[in-house]
């Protein structure tokens, strides 16, 4: 991948303009590009997500379109200005070895004002060490060295969004099995955790375990994350291979309620937090 691969907001933005085109009875690119003061060409690239689009650049497609609503204008405006923001992350250097996908989760937990994750086996990756974060790349492929180390680098680099000026607000709920599993041997397991109390105790994040129960529960069909940003809301389902994004509100939602109710089954943050206690002095 290089620097220059659509991101996901810059696809969803240009996806939003289409049917934004559609809806004030452009059918023909044509004769909406006449109207808004482009080629054919450039809307086109616009709407398919292939270039990004300045903010300043906005108003006259959604005045062409007869788009009044003032929340959905400033919405959009905030999109295009995250995507000018995402071209300029730490995460370029890295464009040319990390999946598409995996640099869109970068630039979606970078700019996102909250993030909720629910993790069944393995420390969320925001909240792991340099040790656990390695044990947990070979348990699931075979890098060599030098991939080995830029991925860990890149899993490190990602935590500072809870550390920032503005931090975001980070929310897990964690399967007890994430406290069985002793990836990395006893000590780095027992670094980890030590490092996972730590962090449910920092005012910016929220902690809670998921005990072992047969009672059924939404997290049965795996892990997932909602990230909140100041434009829209996303879900996030990482998978062998790649990752997945749900950005329609009612999929989004779902994802919403399946956390609220993972939240109300789990371990209230400060009994949580003594479990970990009691895995750590049982190491």
Known sequence: ????????????????????????????LSDAAAQVGRST?????????????????????????????????????????????????????????????????????????????YEVQIVPGLLQT???????ALASWEPSAEQLDEFVGVRMSRRAVLTRDEPAMLRVVLGEAALRNRLGGRDAFRAQLAH???CAGRPNISLQILPFTDQPHPGISGAFTVLRLPSLDVA?????????????????????????????????PSASEGLISETIDKL
């Open 1 to 28: 991948m290089n620097a220059d691969t659509p991101s996901l907001r810059q696809r969803w933005l240009g996806a939003k303009l289409a049917e934004l085109r559609q809806q004030a009875d452009f059918t023909l």
């Open 41 to 117: 060409a450039s809307l086109s690239r616009i709407e398919n997500g292939v270039v990004s689009i300045p903010p300043r650049d906005v108003p006259p497609i959604l005045d062409a379109y007869g788009v009044e609503d003032p929340r959905l204008r400033e919405r959009l405006m905030i999109v295009a200005a995250e995507i000018q923001q995402e071209r300029r992350g730490w995460w370029v250097e890295h464009g040319d070895v990390l999946s598409p996908s995996y640099i869109d989760l970068i630039r979606l937990e970078a700019s996102a004002r909250e993030i909720w994750t």
């Open 130 to 136: 340099d040790a656990y974060a390695r044990a947990a």
């Open 196 to 198: 996972l109390r730590e």
């Open 236 to 268: 996030h389902v990482e998978l062998m291979s790649s990752d997945a994004y749900i950005e329609d509100e009612d999929g989004v939602q779902q994802h919403v309620q399946a956390f609220e109710r993972l939240a109300n089954l789990a371990l209230p």
